[in-house]
């Protein structure tokens, strides 16, 4: 059993930065990949950025591609997620969630564990 709590939500104005982090207990950390999930008023939830075991490899949704930065420290059982260049359409609660597998991380559906979500809002 892995437990995720996020953190480091808030409100910004549009162009500024935010720095989330998902700290997890529980089980080896770093047995599992994690990703960052939003989810906006009356819309599915989207596959935002992935970071694998080590995190040598990341995963990035075109949308945030070059805004967003996905990073993790093992020892501190701790992934971070710094968001730069914000825009109004960044609006949503973002989830970190961990898988256990070590491919298709963009699907939703891979990943076992979920936090409990933490909002952002961008304001124009």
């Known amino acids: 059993q892995v437990q995720l709590v996020e953190s480091g939500g808030g409100l910004v104005q549009a162009g500024g930065s935010l720095r989330l982090s998902c700290a997890a207990s529980?089980?080896?950390?770093?047995?599992?990949?994690v990703g960052w999930f939003r989810q906006a008023p009356g819309k599915e939830r989207e596959f935002v950025v992935a970071?694998?075991?080590?995190?040598?490899?990341?995963y990035y949704a075109d949308s945030v591609k070059g805004r967003f930065t996905i990073s993790r420290d093992n020892a501190k059982n701790t992934v971070y997620l710094q968001m730069s260049s914000l825009k109004p359409e960044d609006t949503a609660v973002y989830y970190c969630?961990?898988?256990?597998?070590?491919?298709?991380?963009?699907?939703?559906?891979?990943?076992?564990?979920w936090g409990q979500g933490t909002q952002v809002t961008v304001s124009s």
């Open positions: 529980g089980r080896t950390f770093s047995s599992y990949a």
């Open positions: 969630a961990a898988s256990q597998n070590y491919y298709q991380l963009v699907t939703l559906g891979n990943y076992d564990y």
């Open positions: 970071i694998n075991r080590s995190g040598g490899s990341t």
